[in-house]
């Protein structure tokens, strides 16, 4: 198994950057991608960035692409989220995942394993 543990959620003003930490322990040489989801109240939990092993490949949706930058650190099992330019609509609770197998996945059923999720709010 491999357990997630995410910090780095706050309150923030429209405008401002947060960092979100995920720190992995348990069966590490397992993990391939990892990836940030959000989920506002009453919506679809949905990928905001996702890296693979080696961090030579990302993805963003168009909602955060040039905003956001996922980033990890495979010697301290560590995946990041440097969030700028943050606007009242990224308010939700981020949650970081894993997967074991393949590269990066784009839902949220591509993902075995979740940290307990951090609260994000943006306020205008």
């Known amino acids: 198994q491999v357990q997630l543990v995410e910090s780095g959620g706050g309150l923030v003003q429209a405008g401002g950057s947060l960092r979100l930490s995920c720190a992995a322990s348990g069966r590490i040489l397992r993990v391939n991608a990892m990836g940030w989801f959000r989920q506002a109240p009453g919506k679809e939990r949905d990928l905001v960035a996702g890296?693979?092993?080696?961090?030579?490949?990302?993805y963003y949706p168009d909602s955060v692409r040039g905003r956001f930058t996922i980033s990890r650190d495979n010697a301290k099992n560590t995946v990041y989220l440097q969030m700028n330019g943050l606007k009242p609509e990224d308010t939700a609770v981020y949650y970081c995942?894993?997967?074991?197998?393949?590269?990066?996945?784009?839902?949220?059923?591509?993902?075995?394993?979740w940290g307990q999720g951090t609260q994000v709010t943006v306020s205008s």
């Open positions: 890296i693979n092993w080696n961090g030579d490949n990302t």
């Open positions: 995942a894993a997967r074991t197998i393949g590269s990066i996945g784009y839902s949220r059923d591509a993902y075995a394993h």
